[in-house]
């Protein structure tokens, strides 16, 4: 009876190592953190906002040589094309930030991984090992192999989840505090 209760918990920890991560996704199942925040000061012109995105974006991405920031003044929008850097991969993506009278809203979107001249777009999902094997039907790949590519995914999609927050969470940070 021990033997079988031991068993049966280590089945059950195994699962809950390699459990699929679910990512935020817009109504075209595309992978998209959003945020509208209101900021302090209802009153705050668009315009003041938008500096305040600036200031941020030269701060947040000074050491990333490769961000670029496009500012459509017609809209008053700002685009920022940046990357993650994890483990091999880049995880490119694009933060789109508008501003309205006393609030804005702050979009990521458009995450791609890129490893060894490969681009993937990242899926509101990561792959199961039963969606993997599915697609490995008839090759040669063990279950082991498989296995470790799954868990591989699930930590990459939980750093993935866990940089956009971070990046969604700094902006917050900056706009919510009252300048001196």
Known sequence: MKYLLILTLCVCIRAVAVAQVRLPN???GQVQYQE????????TPARQLMEQ????????????PTAEQQYDQEHN?????????????RIRY??????????????????????????????????????????????TTTRKVIEQ???????????????CRETLASLREAMLTEKK
Do not use: C
């Open 94 to 139: 694009t933060l789109t930030l508008e501003a309205k009278y006393g609030r804005y809203r702050a979009t990521l979107t458009d995450l791609i991984a890129e490893s060894n001249g490969l681009n993937t777009p990242i899926r509101a999902t990561s792959t199961t090992v039963s969606e993997m094997e599915h697609s490995a039907a008839g090759k």
């Open 149 to 163: 590519t799954v868990q591989q995914q699930t930590e990459l999609y939980q750093e993935i989840d866990k940089a």
């Open 26 to 28: 817009n109504e075209a």
């Open 36 to 43: 509208i925040i209101k900021v302090p000061n209802p009153k």
């Open 77 to 89: 929008i700002l685009f920022v094309k940046s990357m993650y850097k994890m483990n091999e991969q």
């Open 53 to 64: 995105f600036h200031e941020w974006a030269d701060a947040y991405y000074a050491s990333d």
